[in-house]
């Protein structure tokens, strides 16, 4: 089954979109167990996710990783954006990325507690330009994000973070574009 991002010309208030859980965890300390989810939904031709994370802020060294498969019929060709709350730290793209990704965090709370997010926009011309897709309805694209910590220990969006050799990019997901 295939995870749906919708895609809308207004922007789509994020309390209405699903929210996808890291479910799986090798963490050897209880404060890695941190509750993290992403939402993304497509506007106008940008593609735009957030990460959640239920803790007031990031643990030292921590780290998020976003995997993202913009041209399923080339799977070796995956954008990795690494960040945390102050900012992307890598982009790793085989394509000129200038400006072409923005970041931005936030805090808040809510009746779960404080949290902080990560807001990651990449424009929709880069994408058709460099990756000859166009985000509409029934396109498809992969992802997987994972949140990393100095000690060894991580949390995964899919796959078995337990799992010996645990590989980001073999564990991505399908995801569909539908309109909103």
Known sequence: MENILYKSENIIPWDTQSAFKM??????????????????YVHKNDLVLCSYCFTEKPADGANM???????????????????G??????LVTDKPADNAV???????????GFYWCGEI?????????H?????????????????????????????DAECDGYDRTAEMKVFVVLNY
């Open 65 to 83: 990783h976003l995997y993202l498969g913009l041209n399923p019929e080339n799977p070796d060709n995956v954008i990795v954006i690494n960040y």
């Open 102 to 112: 923005t970041y931005r965090s936030f805090k808040a709370d809510d009746e779960q």
């Open 121 to 129: 926009k990449i424009d929709g011309g880069f994408i058709a330009e």
């Open 23 to 40: 479910n799986s965890y090798r963490a050897h300390k209880e404060e890695h167990m941190v509750f993290c989810y992403m939402k993304s």
């Open 131 to 159: 990756y000859g897709t166009e985000l509409m309805e029934k396109s498809i694209l992969t992802m997987n994000l994972t949140q990393t910590f100095p000690d060894g220990d991580m949390a995964v969006l899919f796959g």
């Open 85 to 90: 709350f102050d900012g992307i730290e890598s």
